[in-house]
């Protein structure tokens, strides 16, 4: 079955550290879609891709940055991360036809700043 | 940025309870969404709502794109515990899949 899914699930890292989370994806979706997750603010659009070699930002892009070189990977990088970025991660796909436009979500990625 | 008010935040009902939140927003949507997140899982989308005045059913879930294409609602019927979870909306404002999101409601059911 096609599915999406993230690695790695849990990630505990220091402040300062680069950090990549992937995002991997079956359904041979164009769309792909990287929010985070934390209390009291929903899920918030970091970046997203419309295809490969396309990116572009989201509402809480500052700090991030996403690299599209195939249809079925968006991996999100934390250049150097920050407590604030402790937050969990959510990567979506989908497809856009007339009349119906879902995306689909992953399992997430924990990740803890320190 | 743009942003949805989702309301209530939080509920507790007893079982076999019927449940209703609702979405709106100060900007038209073309599409209206509804997932469920469960405790460590990613949302998993529950209704999908293309027309306005559209009223659509999966089950014991029925939801609405009102007429205005600023909000939305979301009925459960005859509540059990397995419902328990956060419910989130999600609006789009054009082609192209970006959605904005609500700050959910999280549901908690009394067996």
Known sequence: ?114 | GQQLNQSPQSMFIQEGEDVSMNCTSSSIFNTWLWYKQDPGEGPVLLIALYKAGELTSNGRLTAQFGITRKDSFLNISASIPSDVGIYFCAGQLGQGGKLIFGQGTELSVKP
């Not at chain 1, 490969?52 to 991360?81: C, F, I």
Request: net charge negative.
């Open chain 1, 1 to 114: 079955d096609a599915e999406i899914t993230q690695s790695p699930r849990h990630k505990i890292t220091e402040t300062g550290r680069q950090v990549t989370l992937a995002c991997h994806q079956t359904w041979n979706h164009n769309n792909m879609f990287w929010y985070r997750q934390d209390l009291g603010h929903g899920l918030r659009l970091i970046h997203y891709s419309y295809g490969v070699h396309d990116t572009n930002k989201g509402e809480v892009s500052d700090g991030y940055s996403v690299s599209r070189s195939n249809t079925e990977d968006l991996p999100l990088t934390l250049e150097s991360a920050a407590s604030s970025q402790t937050s969990v991660y959510f990567c979506a796909s989908s497809e856009w036809w007339v009349g119906t436009d879902t995306q689909y979500f992953g399992p997430g990625t924990r990740l803890t700043v320190l």
